[in-house]
């Protein structure tokens, strides 16, 4: 029997558009993998690229992971200076939201609201994002903020002039001016610890490894298990800074 070409010519139509709507929509899964997984750009180059994982589920608000940094890096104990602290979010019946930190959490959190008032609390441990386009290295003026081939972000003591720049352009409030050296402080993931082989102090003190940090580099990597096996967002995403501080159960309450 002789086929109709119309016939044929509209099933090759939808065998077409079905191939090309498939298309599409792979594309667009990539895409929202993709973006999710890395909201910072991987750098070309070859070498370990670092990342942080923190799973807000698992943090008990011991404040260990605060007292551990300032005791590793010589942060000043007064409670106005933090390279890591931590922050109770309170979400209320009524809908306001409460966010307390107590010196930074070291001593623990006692909650201020009645429980019968409470729709949900929880804790979130913060530190610097070690943003692949960070607004703090791009702000300052002698070159002293600088990214490693690594991936973390630092301060060159020795160039710092003390303008504070960086410290208003950092959208997550991570860094502080020294008050002795009058320079700016700031987490370094530290650097000097993972040349050792070693954990940075706030990951290894950690009772409930909430925290963890690996290469992102690497496929079969701790971090990019992490990413892969949980729901993870960075904090203020719209800013585009390239964050690598990935939190698992993020609460868009958190600022």
Not at 147 to 174: M, R
Request: hydrophobic share 30%; aromatic share 10%; with cysteine.
């Amino acid at each position: 029997m002789k086929k109709d070409k119309s016939d044929l010519s509209r099933r090759n139509f939808f065998k077409t558009g079905a191939i090309i709507a498939g298309g599409i929509t792979a594309t667009l899964a990539l895409s929202s993998v993709n973006g999710l997984l890395f909201a910072s750009e991987p750098p070309k180059r070859k070498g370990k690229w670092y990342g942080i994982g923190i799973d807000i589920n698992k943090c008990i608000g011991c404040g260990k992971c605060a007292n551990a940094c300032k005791l590793e890096n010589n942060v000043p104990q007064e409670p106005f200076y933090f390279r890591s602290w931590v922050e109770q979010y309170t979400i209320n019946n009524d809908g306001t939201i409460k966010v307390e930190s107590p010196n930074g959490g070291i001593n623990g959190f006692q909650q201020s609201i009645p429980d019968e008032d409470i729709f949900k609390s929880f804790f979130v441990p913060k530190m610097c994002n070690h943003c692949s386009k960070s607004p703090c290295t791009q702000v300052c003026p002698v070159g002293a903020t600088f990214e490693t081939p690594e991936g973390i972000v630092l301060v060159d003591e020795k160039y710092c002039i003390g303008c504070g720049y960086c410290i208003q352009a950092c959208p997550y409030g991570c860094r502080y001016k020294h008050p002795e050296k009058g320079t700016t402080d700031k987490c370094t993931l530290c650097i000097h610890r993972l040349k050792k082989g070693l954990q940075p102090a706030c990951f290894e003190i950690c009772p409930t490894q909430a925290r963890i940090y690996g290469d992102l580099n690497d496929p079969l990597s701790n971090i990019n298990y992490f990413l892969k096996n949980h729901t993870c967002m960075v904090i203020k995403p719209h800013l585009n800074t390239g964050s690598k501080l990935f939190y698992n159960a993020l609460s868009p309450e958190v600022r």
